[in-house]
Nanobody
């Protein structure tokens, strides 16, 4: 069974850091572009960052310079290091496996994780 599992979310104060993980099971992550998305209450899901199969990375302007996406194909995991967190980063964060990155969004997504909650207090 193909599955993506996010972890690493939590409650952090403004200015703090978290590292999210996206672990794949049942398939090799290195065959896919992996994107991180988020959805805040009452808002649509938005792209945050994407890493291509070759390791190229892209970020939404709102997180550029604060977030870093990386992949460890041996561990079959993609990470999102989030620094200098702000209250408007509060959302459920999802990872997705796609065919490729279109800017900072994974497209032709074949699978989603269940999400991990990130809450940033002011």
């Amino acid at each position: 069974q193909l599955q993506l599992v996010e972890s690493g979310g939590g409650l952090v104060q403004s200015g703090g850091s978290l590292r999210l993980s996206c672990l794949a099971s049942g398939f090799n992550l290195d065959n896919f572009a992996i994107g991180w998305f988020r959805q805040a209450p009452g808002k649509e899901r938005e792209g945050v960052s994407c890493i291509s199969r070759s390791g190229n990375t892209n970020y939404a302007d709102s997180v550029k310079g604060r977030f870093t996406i990386s992949r460890d194909n041996v561990m079959n995991t993609v990470y999102l290091q989030m620094n200098r967190l702000r209250p408007d980063d509060t959302a459920i964060y999802y990872c997705a496996a796609g065919a490729l990155c279109s800017g900072y969004r994974a497209v032709a997504v074949g699978g989603w994780g269940q999400g991990t909650q990130v809450t940033v207090s002011s």
